[in-house]
């Protein structure tokens, strides 16, 4: 599965960085780093930080390819 993630709406609250550590990283307060492939033993707890993304700043799967949510 491929993500995206837009980093003008990221806020860092870091929910995905809770849900799926192997994803997504926050080594500093404002920079949010992430696998834009990810594996797909992933696939649930990325879906599951989507969910919980408060400003759902994560696209996965045909969202990515469409460019919207």
């Not at 033993?41 to 994560?58: F, K, S, T």
Request: aromatic share 6%; net charge negative.
């Amino acid at each position: 599965m491929q993500i995206v993630v837009d980093l003008t709406r990221c806020q860092a609250y870091a929910q995905c960085v809770f849900l799926a550590p192997e994803v997504f990283r926050l080594p500093s307060e404002e920079a949010l780093l992430y696998r834009p492939h990810v594996p797909d033993d992933q696939a649930e707890r990325v879906r599951q930080a989507a969910a919980a993304c408060p400003v759902q700043a994560i696209l996965m799967g045909e969202a990515v390819h469409a460019g919207g949510r």
